[in-house]
């Protein structure tokens, strides 16, 4: 192999402060991350102006961190890559500035990546073999889409979301039965004492041969259930609503991952973003992967979640593919994957 590439990567996109240190794309040195969640939870949400104060308090300190765990100084970076978008404006704004003034100071090349992009990579970084073509689900806060990943950094986008993505209408749904922020984890908990078949919540397929997905008439079903339920004084098991609920998610998730997986005869399917945490779209994933011959892959819980490992993943197949940008770099609050 070539020279060793050393990457530092910043990621600053919602409530966690991060940078990491990685060799060649996949071997990672240190991976810090800083949450937020603890302040945020309070409002119930992500607050974007206090998100982006408590970056600028983190930022140094955590660049620091990163590197004294991964026994490294300034001198041994070789590129830096950044989140971009999509993210809260004032929140990618520090990161931004943090790795511009870095790779000017060091005269090296500066890698603005999608933060998409950097959910899916988490997958090479976790399985060191994986290599394109395969399907991929991508279920985070923000965004849900199905997506044939043709080669490093190049991909098709096939299915999205028409409304609400994954993640929000589980914290949606969360808020509803008055639980914690974020919403996922707690459901997910939940999910494991309740009956999935409690409630049949609406499973919503849209179009027979469409990839797309809806989760706002799940969310309203669901919410018309519980005022129901009060209105009638009956009593709500949160447990069993949880479960049915994301039980109604996660078999529209799994079924068009499927589908797409033996359409385009891919042998693996790969799950990325916050949401490919989730115990239950991960089981129910792993029975029909099983049953129908196709690898089931996600990331560890760590990498699932938003961290700068997967951003540096994704800035070193950018960079390895001659995909760099300048001192110019600028946000970009709503970027799209293509
Ligand atoms: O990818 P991510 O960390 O941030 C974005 O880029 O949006 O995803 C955060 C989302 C939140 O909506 C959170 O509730 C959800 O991922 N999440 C989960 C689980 N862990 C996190 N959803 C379901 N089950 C989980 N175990
Ligand atoms: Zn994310």
Same mark, same amino acid.
């Given at each position: 192999?070539? *020279?060793?590439?050393?990457?530092?990567?910043?990621?600053?996109?919602?409530?966690?402060?991060?940078?990491?240190?990685?060799?060649?794309?996949?071997?990672?040195?240190?991976?810090?991350?800083?949450?937020?969640?603890?302040?945020?939870?309070?409002?119930?949400?992500?607050?974007?102006?206090?998100?982006?104060?408590?970056?600028?308090?983190?930022?140094?300190?955590?660049?620091?961190?990163?590197?004294?765990?991964?026994?490294?100084?300034?001198?041994?970076?070789?590129?830096?890559?950044?989140?971009?978008?999509?993210?809260?404006?004032?929140?990618?704004?520090?990161?931004?500035?943090?790795?511009?003034?870095?790779?000017?100071?060091?005269?090296?090349?500066?890698?603005?990546?999608?933060?998409?992009?950097?959910?899916?990579?988490?997958?090479?970084?976790?399985? *060191?073999?994986?290599?394109?073509?395969?399907?991929?689900?991508?279920?985070?806060?923000?965004?849900?889409?199905?997506?044939?990943?043709?080669?490093?950094? %190049?991909?098709?986008?096939?299915?999205?979301?028409?409304?609400?993505?994954?993640?929000? $209408?589980?914290?949606?749904?969360?808020?509803?039965?008055?639980?914690?922020?974020?919403?996922?984890?707690?459901?997910?908990?939940?999910?494991?004492?309740?009956?999935?078949?409690?409630?049949?919540?609406?499973?919503?397929?849209?179009?027979?041969?469409?990839?797309?997905?809806?989760?706002?008439?799940?969310?309203?079903?669901?919410?018309? +259930?519980?005022?129901? $339920?009060?209105?009638?004084?009956?009593?709500?098991?949160?447990?069993?609503?949880?479960?049915?609920?994301?039980? $109604?998610?996660?078999?529209?998730?799994?079924? *068009?991952?499927?589908?797409?997986?033996?359409?385009?005869?891919?042998?693996?399917?790969?799950?990325?973003?916050?949401?490919?945490?989730?115990?239950?779209?991960?089981?129910?994933?792993?029975?029909?992967?099983? %049953? %129908?011959?196709? *690898?089931?892959?996600?990331?560890?819980?760590?990498?699932?979640?938003?961290?700068?490992?997967?951003?540096?993943?994704? $800035?070193?197949?950018?960079?390895?593919?001659?995909?760099?940008?300048?001192? +110019?770099?600028?946000?970009?609050?709503?970027?799209?994957?293509?």
């Amino acid at each position: 192999m070539d *020279k060793d590439i050393v990457t530092l990567a910043i990621e600053t996109s919602c409530d966690e402060t991060s940078c990491a240190i990685l060799r060649n794309g996949r071997e990672v040195l240190s991976n810090i991350i800083s949450s937020q969640i603890d302040i945020h939870r309070k409002f119930g949400g992500v607050v974007p102006e206090v998100a982006s104060r408590k970056h600028i308090e983190n930022m140094n300190l955590i660049i620091q961190e990163a590197l004294d765990e991964a026994k490294m100084t300034f001198d041994d970076i070789d590129i830096i890559g950044v989140t971009r978008g999509p993210g809260l404006v004032g929140a990618l704004l520090v990161g931004i500035s943090s790795a511009k003034a870095i790779a000017y100071a060091l005269d090296k090349p500066l890698i603005g990546v999608n933060h998409i992009e950097g959910h899916i990579c988490a997958n090479y970084i976790e399985h *060191k073999d994986l290599e394109p073509p395969f399907t991929c689900l991508v279920v985070s806060g923000g965004h849900t889409y199905l997506i044939y990943v043709k080669d490093y950094t %190049e991909y098709e986008m096939v299915g999205r979301t028409r409304d609400d993505a994954a993640g929000e $209408a589980f914290d949606k749904v969360a808020r509803t039965l008055g639980l914690s922020y974020p919403g996922g984890p707690v459901i997910d908990k939940l999910s494991k004492e309740g009956n999935p078949d409690a409630i049949p919540f609406p499973r919503v397929y849209l179009e027979n041969d469409s990839y797309d997905f809806s989760f706002s008439g799940l969310k309203t079903a669901v919410l018309n +259930y519980i005022n129901q $339920a009060r209105q009638k004084g009956e009593e709500i098991v949160v447990k069993d609503v949880a479960a049915s609920f994301q039980q $109604a998610v996660i078999d529209v998730l799994v079924d *068009k991952s499927i589908r797409l997986a033996k359409e385009r005869k891919t042998d693996k399917i790969v799950i990325a973003g916050g949401v490919a945490a989730n115990q239950g779209l991960r089981e129910l994933m792993a029975q029909r992967g099983q %049953e %129908e011959n196709i *690898k089931i892959l996600y990331p560890s819980n760590k990498l699932c979640t938003d961290n700068a490992a997967m951003i540096g993943s994704a $800035a070193y197949f950018n960079y390895m593919k001659n995909k760099v940008s300048d001192l +110019y770099l600028s946000v970009a609050p709503n970027l799209e994957l293509i």
